[in-house]
């Protein structure tokens, strides 16, 4: 079973390469940002308690996460794989994460890091801001808060991974194309 971590800051592109990397490798998509989503659209008192976190640029309970990443691999557990997006952020979810799928007789294959001058991120949320409506794409110091809590909580993940020998870094910048070859290529190595 093919389980990639796609990592990177807010910005980086991992929506974007999940999509291709699920299509060419028949993965599920675990987006703890889109699972949430959904549920705000849908009205959930979760929803409702994740819009006020997200809102603010703040992170979700980990065991609320755990939680439906548990029910989404249930759900999926003939796939060829999966690929979490935004999920793990912390080295404390990292180690639920792995717990989990040893519970499940699975593990993490690899983690893909994209990584991103900030300047470039910011410039890339406030555009996707403009056109998908999205609040928490469309104020700067909101977004400076969610790329400083990558940097001080996130970005630290790369050790734990990096300890496994499971971590491979990527550029971010350039086409989608070259970066989704990148990916590929040390998808095709493992």
């Known amino acids: 079973m093919l389980n990639l971590v796609l990592f990177g800051p807010p910005g980086a ?21 889109d699972i949430l ?6 009205g959930t008192a979760l929803g409702m308690k994740a819009k006020t976190l997200m809102d ?7 065991e609320v ?7 989404k691999l249930d759900n999926n557990s003939n ?15 990292a180690e639920a994460l792995d717990n989990l799928l040893d519970e499940k007789g699975t593990s993490i294959s690899a983690m893909l890091s994209l990584k991103v001058e900030d300047a470039e991120l910011i410039r890339r949320l406030l555009s996707r801001g403009e056109k998908s409506g999205r609040a928490d794409d469309q104020d700067e110091s909101i977004i400076a808060n969610r790329i400083n ?3 001080t909580k996130t970005a630290p993940l ?25 990916l ?5 190595t493992l």
């Not at 996460?65 to 029910?71: C, E, L, Q």
């Not at 690929?83 to 952020?89: K, L, M, S």
């Open 13 to 33: 592109g991992k929506g974007t390469q999940s999509n291709l990397l699920i299509e060419k490798y028949n993965l599920v998509h675990l987006s703890t940002g």
């Open 37 to 42: 989503r959904g549920e705000i659209a849908a």
């Open 56 to 62: 603010r640029g703040d992170l979700v309970p980990d």
């Open 65 to 71: 996460v755990i939680g439906m990443i548990s029910s």
């Open 79 to 93: 796939s060829n794989g999966f690929i979490f997006d935004g999920f793990p952020r912390t080295s404390a979810q």
């Open 149 to 151: 809590e990558y940097n």
């Open 158 to 182: 790369k050790e734990y991974y990096s300890a496994q020998n499971k971590l491979s870094e990527i550029k971010g910048n350039g086409t989608v194309e070259d970066i989704a070859e990148k």
């Open 184 to 188: 590929n290529n040390m998808i095709d």
